[in-house]
């Protein structure tokens, strides 16, 4: 069993920055990988960012063109935390993000991830 715990969420200035935590608990693999969705409601849900985590790796990621080059995941194997950090953030990047975990090469092209966290709230707006 895994368990994920989302944090650093809040409210923010469209233009400002924030920074998400993942950390992961319990049983976890020595290599697996970690995405970031969010979801709005009446919008489909979005998968922004996945990071490869492992012991000395150089964590491979890959992100949604919605936040390409604005957002940036990063992975701690030792803490077991993936952190995504946030920039020029707009009104349309408020959403509940959600990370979740699987072991799964699979886990770059699809979303059925085995474990979930509850999801933190990001605002955005002035």
């Known amino acids: 069993q895994v368990q994920l715990m989302e944090s650093g969420g809040g409210s923010v200035q469209p233009g400002g920055s924030l920074t998400l935590v993942c950390e992961a608990r319990?049983?976890?693999?020595?290599?697996?990988?970690i995405a970031w969705f969010r979801q709005t409601p009446g919008k489909e849900r979005e998968r922004v960012a996945t990071i490869y985590c492992s012991d000395g790796g150089d964590g491979t990621t890959q992100y949604a063109d919605s936040v390409k080059g604005r957002f940036t995941a990063t992975q701690n194997k030792a803490k077991n935390t993936a952190t995504l950090r946030m920039y020029n953030l707009k009104p349309e990047d408020t959403a509940t993000y959600i990370c979740?975990?699987?072991?799964?090469?699979?886990?770059?092209?699809?979303?059925?991830?085995?474990?979930w966290g509850q999801g933190i709230l990001v605002s955005v707006s002035s």
């Open positions: 319990g049983n976890t693999d020595s290599r697996y990988y």
């Open positions: 979740a975990h699987d072991v799964s090469p699979r886990s770059w092209y699809r979303d059925q991830f085995e474990y």
